[in-house]
């Protein structure tokens, strides 16, 4: 059994910064795709950011946050993260994290791990 629970959200300004977490318990991140993925009100469920973590790092991001966000992870705690610099108003979502076992991909039905989200709120 593994479960997934993240943290961090909260409000903040444009401009501003957040650092998400996601702790696991059951299973380690390393091994495995450690993705974000991110739901606005009325919108479908989008892809922020993925990494395999084998003892090196790779990563993608999608466009819309690419140069803004950066993952990184502690894989001995089993914490992953998600840095979120130069918020915009269009980051305003629920962040899940998620793991799965197919490598870095976009579809969220790929992954089979899912926690139960944490709020982003952006204020101008």
């Known amino acids: 059994q593994v479960q997934l629970i993240e943290s961090g959200g909260g409000l903040v300004q444009a401009g501003g910064s957040l650092r998400l977490s996601c702790a696991a318990s059951g299973r380690t991140f390393d091994g495995y795709t450690l993705g974000w993925f991110r739901q606005a009100p009325g919108k479908e469920r989008e892809f922020v950011a993925a990494?395999?973590?084998?003892?090196?790092?790779?990563?993608e991001y999608a466009d819309s946050v690419k140069g803004r966000f950066t993952l990184s992870e502690d894989s001995a705690k089993n914490w992953g993260f998600l840095q979120m610099n130069s918020l915009k108003p269009e980051d305003a979502a629920v962040y899940y994290c998620a793991i799965g076992s197919r490598g870095i991909t976009r579809n969220w039905k790929d992954y089979n791990y899912w926690g139960q989200g944490t709020h982003v709120t952006i204020s101008s």
């Open positions: 990494m395999n973590v084998y003892g090196s790092l790779y990563a």
